[in-house]
């Protein structure tokens, strides 16, 4: 438990759409941010009319920012027309905070009006990679206000770090900072922002709501990552990948943690680069932050590079060549592979004994080898497609499978049993229209297994049902191996309706 407070950043163009939002926020916020640079310019009267007349539903406190497209705002506002908002006496009827740049100075409000905001909070937003500036930054704004914030953008995860040490600092100088990595590589500081002492953290009222990259949305903060509850010792997991922001393991594992009443959490990781992650942020003999990191899942594209960083690796990721669950015990990194037993169980469920059938693999990934590995343990005929068959030909060699051109080998497809997509082909986002094989490839199957999850139904499953081909999606596979990667994380047995459930319905 934290005594951190959620900040709602509520933005619209129109007084009435505002008032709307503030209503929703109020229900969850300890702070409603007001972005009165989102106005129209001709609302802002009404605006400050509706505000005052929220105070009849809403006693919480209001943060009013008034921001310039420089520092991330929505308009292109001049130095003067800033100051003459502040200037408004109107501001003081009804908000309690103010969020103001460095170049309006508190002390002229006050010496205008004879009052003051019960809190400032002096901020500055970094776009470039220019992150020398922070030091400064803070050191400047924290002579002039109590709270500081402090926002820079993050390409990637190691980008964060330096504004995440000027936490510890703030804290030894008993100072208050919100320090916020923008990007998708920065959500984790928002997630763990208030366990390790920034005053607040911000979140968008709803998914495609946000005010700014990275945001994540209020209910989420609250009911999956449950960012009040958490504190220093809070065990951290995540999902150690690129892309991650479409994952649902966060979903579920969170949904598990907080059935067994654990303090845990677990975050995405967007790593583009695995080395620096490890040695900046992992190792505890050379990383740069102080953290509880117990443990990560590992995904596209490192479940094959992840093993060169291991001190101990078990048996059937070894054989496999690639591991997608990490523990860190006594500051050792411990590899498994919880792909294979997720992979095989919903198939056997579905198909049955797959001695002697005919199996084709689509793919030569992690996510593949960790299917070759179950498939010939099961006593199955495998045979490896792929678009690019002299990028897989040591893949095929290393499995002893016959190898295919997915593009040409029709005849081939067609004997199989059952065709395997571990490509990421398919998946949410980019390459959601596209698929690895067509209905008229698949028409001859038993069954059509997508390993992809997210959506539910892939382009790959639509094809396979066009032609009455059974398919499998890849949420149990999911669930699976996300079970095994909770019991190897803490020794308890996974609840599996709840881990279900959370990630089936945030594809709904």
Same mark, same amino acid.
């Given at each position: 438990?934290?005594?951190?407070?959620?900040?709602?950043?509520?933005?619209?163009?129109?007084?009435?759409?505002?008032?709307?939002?503030?209503?929703?926020?109020?229900?969850?916020?300890?702070?409603?941010?007001?972005?009165?640079?989102?106005?129209?310019?001709?609302?802002?009267?009404?605006?400050?009319?509706?505000?005052?007349?929220?105070?009849?539903?809403?006693?919480?406190?209001?943060?009013?920012?008034?921001?310039?497209?420089?520092?991330?705002?929505?308009?292109?506002?001049?130095?003067?027309?800033?100051?003459?908002?502040?200037?408004?006496?109107?501001?003081?009827?009804?908000?309690?905070?103010?969020?103001?740049?460095?170049?309006?100075?508190?002390?002229?409000?006050?010496?205008?009006?004879?009052?003051?905001?019960?809190?400032?909070?002096?901020?500055?937003?970094?776009?470039?990679?220019?992150?020398?500036?922070? /030091?400064? @930054?803070?050191? *400047? &704004?924290?002579?002039?206000?109590?709270?500081?914030?402090?926002?820079?953008? +993050?390409? !990637?995860? #190691?980008?964060?770090?330096?504004?995440?040490? /000027?936490? @510890?600092?703030? *804290? &030894?100088?008993?100072?208050?900072?919100?320090?916020?990595?923008?990007?998708? +590589?920065? !959500?984790? #500081?928002?997630?763990?922002?208030?366990?390790?002492?920034?005053?607040?953290?911000?979140?968008?009222?709803?998914?495609?709501?946000?005010?700014?990259?990275?945001?994540?949305?209020?209910?989420?903060?609250?009911?999956?990552?449950?960012?009040?509850?958490?504190?220093?010792?809070?065990?951290?997991?995540?999902?150690?990948?690129?892309?991650?922001?479409?994952?649902?393991?966060?979903?579920?594992?969170?949904?598990?943690?907080?059935?067994?009443?654990?303090?845990?959490?677990?975050?995405?990781?967007?790593?583009?680069?695995?080395?620096?992650?490890?040695?900046?942020?992992?190792?505890?003999?050379?990383?740069?932050?102080?953290?509880?990191?117990?443990?990560?899942?590992?995904?596209?594209?490192?479940?094959?590079?992840?093993?060169?960083?291991?001190?101990?690796?078990?048996?059937?990721?070894?054989?496999?060549?690639?591991?997608?669950?990490?523990?860190?015990?006594?500051?050792?990194?411990?590899?498994?592979?919880?792909?294979?037993?997720?992979?095989?169980?919903?198939?056997?469920?579905?198909?049955?004994?797959?001695?002697?059938?005919?199996?084709?693999?689509?793919?030569?990934?992690?996510?593949?080898?960790?299917?070759?590995?179950?498939?010939?343990?099961?006593?199955?005929?495998?045979?490896?497609?792929?678009?690019?068959?002299?990028?897989?030909?040591?893949?095929?060699?290393?499995?002893?499978?016959?190898?295919?051109?997915?593009?040409?080998?029709?005849?081939?497809?067609?004997?199989?049993?059952?065709?395997?997509?571990?490509?990421?082909?398919?998946?949410?986002?980019?390459?959601?229209?596209?698929?690895?094989?067509?209905?008229?490839?698949?028409?001859?199957?038993?069954?059509?297994?997508?390993?992809?999850?997210?959506?539910?139904?892939?382009?790959?499953?639509?094809?396979?049902?066009?032609?009455?081909?059974?398919?499998?999606?890849?949420?149990?596979?999911?669930?699976?191996?996300?079970?095994?990667?909770?019991?190897?994380?803490?020794?308890?047995?996974?609840?599996?309706?709840?881990?279900?459930?959370?990630?089936?319905?945030?594809?709904?």
């Amino acid at each position: 438990m934290n005594n951190g407070k959620l900040c709602v950043s509520v933005c619209a163009k129109t007084a009435d759409e505002f008032i709307q939002k503030i209503k929703k926020a109020g229900e969850i916020a300890d702070v409603i941010e007001l972005r009165f640079d989102c106005i129209n310019d001709l609302e802002t009267g009404n605006l400050f009319r509706v505000v005052k007349n929220s105070r009849k539903f809403y006693n919480g406190k209001y943060l009013v920012t008034y921001r310039s497209e420089e520092q991330g705002g929505k308009k292109k506002l001049s130095l003067e027309t800033r100051k003459e908002f502040w200037l408004d006496s109107h501001i003081f009827e009804f908000v309690e905070w103010a969020d103001l740049e460095e170049d309006i100075s508190e002390e002229t409000i006050n010496a205008l009006w004879g009052k003051a905001f019960q809190k400032v909070i002096k901020s500055h937003h970094i776009f470039s990679n220019n992150h020398d500036l922070l /030091l400064s @930054k803070f050191e *400047k &704004l924290s002579s002039e206000a109590k709270t500081v914030k402090l926002a820079v953008q +993050a390409n !990637k995860i #190691t980008d964060s770090i330096q504004i995440w040490k /000027l936490l @510890k600092k703030a *804290k &030894l100088e008993n100072k208050k900072l919100i320090p916020i990595a923008m990007g998708e +590589a920065g !959500k984790w #500081t928002r997630i763990l922002g208030l366990a390790y002492g920034s005053p607040m953290t911000y979140a968008s009222l709803e998914e495609g709501n946000e005010t700014a990259p990275g945001q994540i949305s209020a209910k989420d903060l609250i009911e999956v990552y449950r960012v009040k509850e958490l504190d220093k010792q809070s065990g951290i997991y995540g999902v150690v990948g690129n892309p991650v922001m479409h994952s649902l393991s966060p979903y579920m594992h969170n949904a598990a943690f907080n059935h067994h009443g654990l303090n845990a959490v677990y975050i995405p990781f967007e790593v583009s680069n695995l080395d620096e992650f490890i040695k900046r942020m992992v190792r505890e003999e050379t990383r740069e932050i102080e953290w509880n990191l117990k443990g990560f899942s590992v995904t596209i594209p490192h479940k094959e590079t992840i093993i060169k960083h291991l001190d101990f690796v078990d048996e059937d990721a070894e054989a496999i060549g690639a591991v997608n669950t990490v523990k860190i015990f006594d500051g050792k990194l411990h590899g498994y592979n919880t792909d294979a037993h997720g992979f095989i169980e919903p198939l056997k469920t579905s198909y049955g004994d797959l001695k002697d059938a005919n199996i084709g693999i689509i793919g030569n990934g992690g996510a593949a080898r960790a299917c070759i590995y179950a498939l010939k343990k099961e006593g199955a005929n495998v045979k490896i497609f792929a678009r690019n068959p002299e990028k897989a030909e040591s893949f095929a060699k290393e499995f002893e499978a016959e190898l295919f051109d997915l593009t040409t080998q029709n005849s081939k497809i067609k004997t199989q049993n059952i065709l395997i997509n571990t490509t990421p082909l398919g998946t949410i986002g980019e390459l959601e229209n596209e698929t690895p094989a067509t209905s008229e490839q698949l028409k001859n199957l038993h069954m059509a297994y997508d390993l992809v999850y997210n959506p539910f139904e892939t382009l790959f499953m639509r094809e396979a049902k066009s032609v009455d081909v059974p398919t499998l999606g890849g949420l149990a596979m999911l669930v699976a191996q996300g079970m095994k990667q909770f019991e190897i994380w803490t020794g308890l047995e996974a609840p599996m309706q709840e881990m279900s459930r959370a990630a089936l319905q945030r594809l709904k």
